[in-house]
């Protein structure tokens, strides 16, 4: 009996996995030992060349002769050459594909083809977290769960790659914003609870560009900026690789939560496509009844949504292309205040997410060449987005009122341009017995932001009321070489892998129009009142609701970053594993940083196996963090407005203030865990983590006109307010993955479940100020910002998915659980001193408890979904998400961020969405 099936009890780690796939997983790594040959055996070199059904050329697919411990994988043009004598059995596996056994003839070259594994299910030929291209997600010794795109997207009504993960991935978090300003355009998303900006994110392999747009007002992940996940069409995508584990010593900086890999669809041949409509069906569910005021929103139907895309597969001689292009549209949705239930809260008219327009277009190909392939793949979106701004109230702040334009309060708009490129084109060959591939990327995002139905109150009535503000963009070129090769005679093998990369960044920040940033000479507005007496007011500048930037924030900045690392996987005997990495980047304008990372598979059974790892991580301060400046609108806790400068790190006032160059963020993982599988039929992984973060970059609190130490200078630049960027927290997070998946015949169909869970806790270790800034703890970072930051997810999220497929009909059930979230809202900070030491004391639960106010209560929300098959090649679904219409805990909109009655938590605001979609392939 075969015994190289040790490590296929991980591959069930993963949520969305379906148990038929499982089987191929096993053909990767430990054979038995050799049986003795006959002195009259002839052996032979047997030669032969790989391919699929549709004559693509199949890399690195595993060819063993059965019962031996011989084997080879094929090369880049599906080649393999492998020692055999007439009459061996060679055995073609690879993980996706249907295992082959071909017998040994007199021939001297074999053509051998292989099928696509039929099952619905993860089909990776590629695992992220190994540089073994033989190795499968079942082999790994860290968590991978593997979510197959292209399959889940008929089981979800969900089409933003953010939103599919937020479902269906419980330790990934993405939550939609709404008066948070430009956040409101780009999702903020996080992995294990830390920073939008601690997950590293590739496409096939190689590194995304991050986002220019960076959080300041109003949203999650204050102070970073993220990567835009829903740049990328979700059905350009095969499948999605969630590494949940620190890798910085492997792939580099930002990968402290982990790393996210976006796998392009290939290899396919003739067209697919889909159409589809969905809208809010909302204002009917039990949750959203307050007190005795009954339903806080009325009944509505808002926020539809549609989504049409065709892919095209095809080949050229020797080269295959698949091209997608993909358009979606998006109305707002609406939920402002209920002026019944809360009076004199009412912030924002129009309070709702933004509507949103998106077209996009990818390409992933290569070619075939004599000793190697040329590969190339990339995309570009383009987004418009509409989103409702915080209310002027004109009527009661008559700095900003121009009657001969708008007589009463107003409602600006903030729209965005929003475009992303990236294009990768590189080069893989075996140089000897090494694997080598040189390639070279290049990313570009823009946005670029305008404002409508606001105006400049200092040019009176001969104001615009639509401006262009100016924006933001970044540039990555990443040049990468990558060299591998596994020694086989070294213990039970070894594969060992080093390489090199340089990163160009750059950022920079345009203006906008002068009339959307400055202040005119104007005439007061003189107001008499009832005593008698009077004002002088004068009229306030900039465009209200968004200033533009203005010309002495524009800017320009790169830096330049040079990267080597090596790793290797030592199998040490046929149920031990040990891998290790080493990673050194230096980079131009703050110094060098160092990784490394230990981790061990141990196969206790057949049916248990264990894993641990232990990792040193860092993440480098984003151009954006140490460059970016922006005045902007904020609201305090009566609902007054007032402007404040965000100044950037390398400022004279930044300096002025004791505030150092920002450095890199370093962080220490550790992870436990086990996986086990009894049968075919089920599996169950569990994953512990810790993860100590030190030095995180964040915004600060705001510093006034009244501070002892910049007040008089803030006081010359005209500035009633400043922030800043600091390395000024330490935080310690644990938690604990789950997964689970059961899948088995059931009459003339198949069940299956999967079941997913996350339990993450943060907690504050430390908070560092700058030495002359030591007695200002609660500006420096305020207690309402911690608050956001350790509850930047759920303490426990979950889903159980239910599918049961028979004959033309599939139908899904699934349950999302989020746990409550606790948050300080702006009604609960007011006359209210907080001793920042005394929380970070042993008793600071207690403390921190006894001044939360927004308090989101458990929540279960409920998904269904039912496929039909009308004809081989065409598919309808129909169904909906949150079918019950689950709202989190109502709260009063004047505590809110976003002001509205919830804030940017668990399923959102949107409520019950129902949809339609036709699939078609020919």
Request: charged fraction near 20%; hydrophobic fraction near 35%.
């Amino acid at each position: 009996m075969r015994k190289n099936r040790l490590f296929v009890v991980l591959s069930l780690l993963l949520t969305q996995m379906p148990l038929q796939s499982i089987p191929l997983m096993a053909e990767t790594m430990y054979e038995t030992e050799a049986p003795l040959r006959s002195a009259h055996s002839i052996v032979a070199s047997i030669r032969g060349q790989v391919r699929m059904t549709d004559a693509e050329l199949m890399p690195n697919v595993k060819v063993t002769v059965k019962g031996t411990n011989r084997s080879v994988s094929t090369d880049i043009n599906g080649q393999f050459v492998i020692d055999a004598e007439v009459g061996d059995v060679l055995v073609f596996s690879l993980l996706g594909y249907k295992t082959k056994e071909v017998p040994v003839g007199n021939g001297s070259f074999l053509n051998v083809v292989i099928e696509e594994q039929a099952a619905l299910g993860s089909v990776a030929k590629t695992v992220i977290g190994s540089r073994d291209q033989t190795r499968t997600e079942g082999e790994t010794p860290v968590a991978v769960d593997i979510i197959p795109i292209k399959d889940v997207v008929n089981q979800t009504g969900e089409i933003e790659l953010n939103r599919i993960l937020h479902i269906l991935a419980p330790s990934f978090n993405a939550n939609r914003q709404t008066g948070a300003d430009a956040a409101d355009h780009v999702d903020p998303s996080s992995l294990r609870g830390l920073g939008p900006d601690q997950t590293l994110f590739l496409v096939n392999g190689k590194r995304y560009h991050p986002s220019a747009l960076i959080n300041v007002f109003g949203t999650r992940g204050r102070g970073n900026a993220g990567t835009d996940l829903n740049s990328i069409p979700a059905s350009a995508v095969d499948h999605i690789e969630i590494l949940r584990d620190g890798a910085a010593a492997q792939y580099g900086s930002d990968a402290v939560a982990g790393v996210i890999n976006i796998v392009l669809k290939s290899g396919q041949t003739g067209t697919t496509g889909s159409v589809g409509y969905g809208s809010n069906v909302t204002g009917w569910g039990s949750s959203l009844s307050y007190e005795n005021f009954g339903k806080i929103l009325p009944k509505t139907t808002d926020g539809g949504m549609l989504n049409a895309n065709v892919t095209h597969g095809f080949a050229v001689g020797k080269a295959q292309f698949s091209i997608t292009a993909d358009y979606m549209s998006k109305g707002k949705a609406i939920r402002p205040n209920n002026e019944t239930a809360f009076p004199d809260e009412n912030y924002r008219d129009g309070a709702s997410y933004a509507s949103l327009s998106n077209m996009s277009a990818y390409l992933n190909g290569k070619i075939a060449l004599n000793k190697g392939e040329l590969y190339a793949f990339g995309g570009y979106s383009f987004r418009k987005t509409d989103m409702f701004l915080w209310t002027i109230p004109a009527e009661d702040d008559l700095s900003r009122a121009v009657p001969e334009i708008y007589p009463g309060n107003y409602n600006p708009h903030l729209l965005s341009d929003i475009s992303n490129f990236t294009a990768t084109l590189g080069y893989k060959t075996q140089l000897g017995k090494w694997n080598f591939d040189l390639s070279n990327t290049w990313g570009k995002n823009n946005v670029h932001l305008f404002m409508t139905n606001t105006l400049n109150p200092s040019l009176g009535a001969k104001s615009p009321t639509s401006f262009d503000n100016g924006g933001y963009g970044i540039r990555q070129n990443t040049l990468n070489l990558d060299l591998d090769r596994k020694f086989d005679k070294i213990l039970s093998g070894l594969n060992l892998a080093f390489g090199a990369e340089y990163r160009q960044e750059a950022y920079h920040i345009f203006a906008g129009d002068e009339a959307s940033w400055k202040t005119y000479p104007s005439t007061p507005i003189i107001v008499t009142n009832a005593n008698g007496t009077k004002d002088t007011i004068t009229r306030g500048g900039s465009s209200q609701g968004f200033p533009g930037f203005r010309p002495d924030q524009a800017l320009d900045e790169t830096r330049n970053v040079i990267g080597i690392y090596t790793d290797g996987e030592l199998s040490v005997n046929k149920n031990f594993l040990l891998t290790g990495a080493l990673r050194f980047e230096n980079y131009s304008d703050f110094g060098s940083a160092f990784g490394g990372k230990l981790a061990t598979l141990w196969r206790i059974n057949n049916t248990l196996s264990l894993r641990g790892s232990i990792q040193t991580g860092f993440r480098a301060p984003s151009l954006a963090q140490v460059y970016f400046r922006s005045t902007i609108n904020d609201v305090d806790a009566d609902g007054n407005n007032f402007e404040k400068v965000v100044f950037n790190n390398r400022s004279d006032l930044t300096k002025k203030l004791g505030i150092p160059s920002l450095k890199a963020e370093t962080s220490v993982n550790t992870g436990l865990g086990f996986v086990y599988r009894p049968n075919d039929k089920f599996s169950l992984s569990v994953d512990a983590y810790q993860i100590n973060v030190q030095d995180r970059i964040v915004l600060t609190g705001a510093f006034f006109q009244d501070d002892n130490i910049i007040g008089a200078e803030l006081k010359k630049l005209e500035v009633k307010a400043a922030q800043f960027y600091t390395n000024a927290l330490d935080t310690k997070t644990q938690g604990l993955d789950i997964a689970a998946s059961y899948k088995a015949p059931l009459s003339k169909g198949t069940l299956s479940f999967t079941l997913g869970g996350n339990i993450n806790k943060m907690e504050l270790t430390d908070v560092k100020t700058a030495p002359n800034l030591a007695n200002k703890k609660d500006k420096y970072i305020s207690l309402r910002e911690l608050q956001f930051i350790l509850s930047s997810a759920p303490r426990s999220k979950g889903q159980l998915g239910i599918t049961y497929a028979l004959d033309k009909w599939q139908v899904t059930l699934r349950n999302a659980y989020f746990s409550s979230v606790e948050f300080i809202g702006t009604k609960g900070i007011l006359g209210f001193d907080p001793d920042l030491d005394k929380l970070l004391s042993s008793g600071r639960e207690a403390e921190w408890r006894a001044i939360v106010t927004d308090v989101y209560k458990p929540r279960v929300v409920t998904d269904l979904i039912v496929n039909y098959a009308l004809t081989k090649n065409l598919t309808w679904a129909i169904g909906g998400n949150n079918i019950f219409d689950v709202y989190p805990t109502i709260q009063n909109s004047g505590s809110t961020d976003g002001g509205t009655h919830w804030d940017g938590v668990q399923m959102g605001m949107s409520g019950a969405y129902f949809f339609t979609r036709v699939n078609v392939k020919f």
